[in-house]
């Protein structure tokens, strides 16, 4: 899951980036409004933390700019207001959720993946597809009920493609999800992990999930919905190829 997270507390904002990397997220920091609109211009994010008391403008008003430019990237507002008309102005200007501060770290964590869920059409927090299987919470994947054993990476990019399945999703945005901009490895990367990830896939039962897009991308979809898939014929990782990841 790749988090905006706007905060121009500091302290504040160190902390809850460290949470978040801690469970899997990919962060980045914006400490004022506009900064936070430049950032939603040039990423895409699953979902993004807001505080109301920015130092430019008010988040109030970072919501309805992304409103306004139809950026429906679920937001949760993350607030030391308490009275209920903050609430239901944030929440009328198109916010998704409303957390009061101080918070727990747990309960920001499953208000965010039940807003992600919701946004992406799922209701509970297992998402299938077919016959895999993942567990929010829990970063777990089964197929037909057996687990299969995935690392970070690998669970990080099977999670985008199921969260935005239909859509075709270029070496360059699993990049962006998996390092936020930061220390990127070359693009070929993303075709090792892709490569042990339909290995681990196949071997537990799901052996055409993920389809190649050629000169395009990756994509979760059947073929019966539109263009063909194209799927590679699995075959033995490099030892070389293992060990760049």
């Known amino acids: 899951m790749r988090v905006l997270l706007v905060e121009d507390d500091l302290i504040a904002a ?23 609109m430049e950032l939603t211009r040039h990423y895409e994010y699953d979902i993004i933390l807001l505080d109301l008391m920015l130092p ?24 030391g207001l308490v009275r209920s ?24 964590l499953a208000r965010m993946q039940a807003v992600v869920r919701r946004c992406k059409g799922f209701s509970q927090p297992t998402l299938r597809v077919g016959a895999v299987e993942l567990n929010l919470d829990s970063r ?20 985008l493609l199921v969260l935005r399945r239909g859509m075709v999703l270029t070496k360059e945005a699993f990049l962006n999800h998996l390092y936020g901009g930061l220390d990127e490895p070359e693009v070929k990367i993303i075709d090792v992990f892709i490569c042990k990830l339909r290995k681990k896939l196949a071997d537990a039962g799901a052996d055409s999930f993920i389809g190649t897009i050629w000169g395009r991308g990756y994509m979760i979809r059947s073929p019966e919905e ?11 990782v490099r030892t070389r190829e293992m060990s760049a990841a």
């Not at 430019?56 to 990237?73: F, S």
């Not at 539109?226 to 033995?236: D, F």
């Open 14 to 36: 160190r902390g809850i980036s460290l949470m978040l990397k801690a469970a899997g997220a990919v962060v980045d920091h914006a400490s004022a409004g506009e900064e936070a």
């Open 56 to 79: 430019d403008i008010e988040g109030y008003e970072v919501v309805r700019r992304l409103r306004i430019a139809r950026d429906d990237t679920p937001i949760l507002i993350l607030s």
């Open 85 to 108: 008309p903050a609430k239901v102005k944030a929440l009328g200007l198109g916010a998704d959720d409303f957390i009061t501060k101080p918070f727990d770290n747990a309960e920001l």
């Open 140 to 159: 777990e994947v089964f197929v037909d009920g057996t687990e299969v054993r995935l690392t970070g990476k690998e669970y990080s990019i099977l999670e």
């Open 226 to 236: 539109g263009e063909e898939l194209e799927m590679p014929r699995l075959g033995p």
